[in-house]
Every structure is written in structure tokens, then in C-alpha cells.
């Protein structure tokens, strides 16, 4: 009885005062929300803000808002200039290299360590190559630079023990995208693998019986079976890698690059971080890396969209 | 079931091609390491390979009476330390409201951090929002940055969604207020996924160098990472003389190597402990898929 009236009179209160109900009851989980709302308003929409700078000439001690409106000035700056064609070429070349090289390999390597016959070989094959993963950016361009050093460098080295001369490689445009490509492949494939071996596990083991039974031999399953099995996770995958195919993250570029190499070797996100930052043309940089962040959403968004569409599947 | 003569050399073909990878690996890592103890003549000139050649400890002495090496290994230290639990303390709190269902404006409150996996202001806006906020070159800048991660946000509500409302209920009944049972039920059931976020977190933190050498001008407060890309970089440069130790040409090499290696033997040594933890979050972030 007392039951009803509870629920009649709510119906009664309305929208507005059942909403206002639910808040009050909620009161605590909104209050544990605010610091981490908070965050996201310093750190990621305020920022925002200084998107403005693209389209101004931004002074630091003018501030954003009261510095001069000029327009897409910077933006036709940039797209005139002898820049845009080479920073954008290499951001792709760089993807395209990546996709083709790095991507299918953390896939073959996957399945080849599914192939391995003794467990305790394949787990110490496992923890070996997620190693890489774990070790900085910084130390890894060292040890590249080290390696390829044209002094004590051990591929120089070897070079000259073979009776060839000896190469500067990072100083040679020619070379940089494959130290570039190679030096993520050490650092990230056998990581890549953990996403497919997952998916190898969840491949029906009754298949392999079956096939097992009509005769079908370990190429045939890896054929018919696993690789059936496992391509709605490689189709995710490479439809998430193309999404970013217009990153390349600065951090690593900077550390290998030199003047010398910037022909091949300079992205956008270089190149923004050397003209904001380092020559502090800041509303230039500013509208470059607006353009780069506005191709960026575009292509998540179409990747997102294909993503949904086959495997129900999306980054969000 | 017997193998055929072609299984048998695919598989010792496999087993080979595995033992190279896991060389190719390790070996750069090891190079390092016994580059680190040999005498920097012999690394110079390339006879360093297999083994230590020489054996001298000069590089760590000299890197051990550096006092620039421990003060930016103590922020290094600091900055991952306090980062991760900022890191953890408002993801956790940012994903227990999320994962309730019957919170008014959760699309709305989802929707307003899920943008952030869209489209981010880049580098310059970034600069310009923290030379406002008067966070340049101040160590609450660098803890503040990439505090909170929305990838990681929603691993961790996905992570409280399967926590049964059962559990919930049943805590309230007793009485308990939500932050008390976030505090006494959610939070002690997800001390696995928890413990992975954070792993994550403190491994970003320890290796990332790019902010702090942006914003970070004080030689006081720079972590090792980013004095570790100064010698980097001037080992590309080949150029001028590092910070203020006397290095010739010979010994700079291996102080470069002595200093990767203390820089990075706490993950090394970690390493074997957490590995199945990144595994787990991999997983994790792939069921929710």
C-alpha cells in the first residue's frame, strides 16, 4: 500500500523532479566524478583553446585571446611553403611502410610460436620478445645510433671486416625509413604478437580434431582453421593501424634525425615540434598540427565506422 | 600420430628462426651491458662483440660521482611513483561512475571524455593550455600530464561492469553509501585490474621524456630520461662536451652505455614479475573489443 503511493506521487513529480531524484541519490558517484572531470577540462578541453592560435599571431606575452586575428594566413603559409608536400609525404610513406612491414609481422610471428611443439620453448620465446616493449624510446635510438655508429658502430664493424667501406647510415636519406621501420619492428612486434596469440586461443579446438581425423595435415589447418580463424582480429587490427596512418609519433623521429636527413626523415609531427617549439613560430606550428589532427579524426572516424560495420567491433 | 620428414623440417627450421629472434632481441641488450664494463679504447675501436674486453668499472665510477645522474634517477623515481597513483586514484574514480547504469548523463559524461580518443589539441595548444595554467617547468606539470588516460578509463569500467550489481545491492542494504561501497566491495575485487593499469602507467612514466623536456628547463628537476637524450643527441652530433664531466672521446661511449644500463635494469628486473599483467591487459582491452 505504502509501496503505491510512493510510485504515484513520482509519477506525478515528473521528469524534472525524477531526475533531480536520481542526482540527489547519486550525489556521491558525482562528487568521486568532479576531480577526474576536472582533469579532462585543465588537460584536454582547455587546451582547446589554444587551437585559436592557428588562426591568430599568437604572442605568448599577449595571450591567445588578445593577439592579432590573421586569418588561414598560417595555414596558406604552410601549404605554399616547400614543406607541406615533403612533411606529408613522409608521415604516409612512413605508415605505408609500417602496414606492409611491421603489421603482417606480428601476425606471422604469432603463428609461428602457435607452431612451436614444446611449451616451456614457447613460453621463453614469448617473454623474450615482449622484452623490447618494455625498454625507453631513448634508450633504443641509442642503442640504434650506437650500432650504426661509423666508428666503433658493430654493423660498421662487420661491414668493414667483409672488406666494404664504411657507412654512415643516419646520415644518408636513403636509409632513414628502414632504421626507422626496422627499429619499431624490434621494439614492437613481438608485443604485437599477445592480441593474436589470444585469438589463437579461442580458435575452436574441436576443428583441429575433426580436420585431424579427415586426415588434414599441420599446413592445411593452418589454412582452413587458424587463419579463418584469426582474421576478424587481423582485419580489426589493420583497420585500427589504418586510422593511423597520418601518426608518426615525434618522440622517435627527433632522436634519429639530423638536417641532413630531414629530405626523408622529417614527419609532420617533427616538423611541428621543431617550428612551435625550437624556432617558436607557434601559431604556424599550431595550424599545421591542426590540419594533421583534422585528417587524423578523419580517418578514426572512417575506421571506426568499417570497424563497427564488420566486427561489430569499435575503438569507442 | 607420426610426423612426416617435411613437419619434422619445418618445425627444426621454426625452432631455428626462433633462437635467432630471441638473439636479435637480446643481443643489442647485451651489447650494452658488456660494452658497459670494457675499457672505452676497445669499444671504440670495435672489438667489443661477444664479451668484455678490458674490464673496467671507470664509466659507472664516473657516472656514480655525477650527481646529475642521481638527481634526475630520484625524479625519475618521484615522477613514476607519484604519477601512477595520481594515475590510478583518478582513473578508478573516473570509471566507478561510468560503469553504473542507472547514473543520469553517463552518455553525456562517457561522450565528453571518449573525444579524447578522436582528436587531441596537439603539441602546441598542449604548450600554450600549460604555459596558462603556469605549469611550465614545474614538477606538478609533468604529473599532471597524461594523468588520465581514456584508454586505460575504460578498460577499468569495463572491469567494474562485470562485477555483478548483486554485490552492490547487497552492501547497500547493510547500509554502505556509494563511496563506501566503491571503497570496501569494488575496489578490493579489482586489485588485479588495478594492479595493470598501474603497471602500465609507471612503465609509460619511467620511459616517457618528451613532455618533460619540453617544459622542464631546471637541470634540478629533469628526470633520466631526458638527460639521457642529451647524450643521445650528442652522440649523433657528435659534438661538444656532455654536462660538465671531463669525457674523452673514448670514454663517452661507455658512459652513454653505463647510464642505459641503470636506467633501464629496474625494468629489466621488474620485468619477469609484471610481464603477465600487460599480457592480461592486452586481453582485456581485446574482449571488450
Request: proline fraction near 3%.
Amino acid at each position: 500500500m505504502k509501496r503505491n503511493t510512493v510510485s504515484s506521487r513520482s509519477v506525478k513529480l515528473g521528469k524534472r523532479s525524477l531526475l533531480k531524484r536520481d542526482i540527489l541519490r547519486d550525489k556521491q558517484l558525482y562528487i568521486m566524478f568532479a576531480p577526474f572531470m576536472l582533469w579532462y577540462v585543465l588537460f584536454y578541453y582547455f587546451p582547446m583553446y589554444g587551437i585559436l592560435a592557428a588562426f591568430k599571431d599568437y604572442q605568448p606575452y599577449v595571450g591567445v585571446w588578445a593577439s592579432e586575428w590573421v586569418g588561414l594566413d598560417n595555414f596558406i603559409e604552410f601549404f605554399t611553403g616547400p614543406y607541406a608536400f615533403r612533411i606529408i609525404r613522409n608521415t604516409v610513406l612512413i605508415n605505408i611502410y609500417s602496414v606492409i612491414f611491421v603489421f603482417p609481422a606480428s601476425i606471422i610471428l604469432a603463428l609461428l610460436m602457435n607452431e612451436l611443439q614444446s611449451k616451456k620453448f614457447k613460453t621463453a620465446v614469448q617473454t623474450v620478445s615482449y622484452l623490447p616493449y618494455f625498454i625507453s624510446t631513448v634508450v633504443v635510438a641509442g642503442l640504434v645510433i650506437t650500432f650504426l655508429s661509423p666508428t666503433a658502430g658493430i654493423v660498421n664493424v662487420v661491414i668493414e671486416k667483409l672488406g666494404f667501406e664504411k657507412i654512415y647510415f643516419l646520415t644518408k636519406p636513403q636509409y632513414f625509413r628502414t632504421i626507422y621501420i626496422l627499429m619499431t619492428m624490434w621494439q614492437s612486434v613481438g608485443f604485437g604478437t599477445i592480441i593474436y596469440t589470444s585469438a589463437l586461443c579461442a580458435v575452436d579446438s574441436e576443428l583441429y580434431e575433426a580436420a585431424s581425423i579427415d586426415g588434414a595435415g599441420r599446413w592445411k589447418k593452418l589454412l582452413k582453421i587458424t587463419i579463418p580463424g584469426i582474421m576478424p582480429t587481423i582485419a580489426i587490427m589493420l583497420i585500427i593501424r589504418i586510422g593511423g596512418m597520418m601518426t608518426v609519433g615525434a618522440e622517435t623521429i627527433i632522436l634519429l634525425y639530423q638536417p641532413i636527413t630531414y629530405e626523408t626523415a622529417d614527419v609532420i609531427s617533427s616538423y611541428v615540434y621543431r617550428s612551435g617549439l625550437e624556432e617558436m613560430n607557434y601559431s604556424y606550428a599550431t595550424a599545421v598540427d591542426l590540419f594533421n589532427g583534422i585528417i587524423a579524426l578523419i580517418l578514426v572516424a572512417i575506421s571506426n565506422t568499417i570497424s563497427k560495420r564488420i566486427g561489430d567491433v569499435s575503438i569507442w | 600420430m607420426k610426423k612426416s620428414i617435411s613437419e619434422k623440417c619445418f618445425d627444426t627450421f621454426n625452432i631455428i628462426l626462433m633462437i635467432v629472434i630471441m638473439f636479435i632481441t637480446l643481443y643489442p641488450l647485451w651489447y650494452v651491458l658488456v660494452a658497459s664494463f670494457s675499457s672505452g679504447i676497445e669499444v671504440t675501436n670495435g672489438n667489443v662483440v661477444w664479451w668484455i674486453k678490458d674490464f673496467e668499472t671507470e664509466a659507472y665510477t664516473r657516472i656514480f660521482e655525477d650527481s646529475s645522474i642521481w638527481i634526475s634517477y630520484a625524479n625519475t623515481i618521484f615522477y613514476s611513483v607519484v604519477g601512477t597513483l595520481l594515475s590510478v586514484v583518478l582513473t578508478s574514480l573516473g570509471a566507478y561512475p561510468l560503469s553504473k547504469k542507472r547514473l543520469r548523463g553517463k552518455k553525456f559524461l562517457t561522450g565528453f571524455i571518449l573525444l579524447s580518443m578522436w582528436f587531441t589539441p596537439g603539441t602546441i595548444p598542449m604548450y600554450i593550455c600549460l604555459r596558462n595554467l603556469n605549469l611550465l617547468d614545474s614538477r606538478m606539470g609533468i604529473l599532471m600530464l597524461g594523468a588520465a588516460q581514456t584508454f586505460y578509463v575504460i578498460l577499468m569500467r569495463t572491469y567494474f561492469e562485470s562485477i555483478p550489481d548483486s554485490m552492490e545491492e547487497a552492501a547497500k542494504i547493510d547500509g554502505a553509501s556509494d563511496f563506501q561501497v566503491f571503497l570496501n566491495v569494488y575496489m578490493p575485487l579489482s586489485v588485479a585490474s588495478i594492479v595493470t593499469i598501474a603497471l602500465y602507467y609507471f612503465v609509460i612514466r619511467w620511459n616517457s621524456y618528451f613532455w618533460a623536456m619540453i617544459i622542464l628547463k631546471d637541470p634540478n628537476k629533469i628526470p633520466l630520461q631526458v638527460l639521457l637524450k642529451k647524450f643521445v643527441v650528442e652522440m649523433t652530433a657528435n659534438n661538444s662536451e656532455l654536462s660538465k664531466i671531463d669525457y674523452t672521446v673514448t670514454s663517452r661511449e661507455t658512459t652513454i652505455f653505463a647510464t642505459i644500463v641503470i636506467s633501464t635494469i629496474p625494468m629489466i628486473v621488474l620485468y619477469p614479475f609484471i610481464q603477465r599483467f600487460f599480457v592480461k591487459g592486452v586481453m582485456i582491452g581485446a574482449v571488450k573489443g
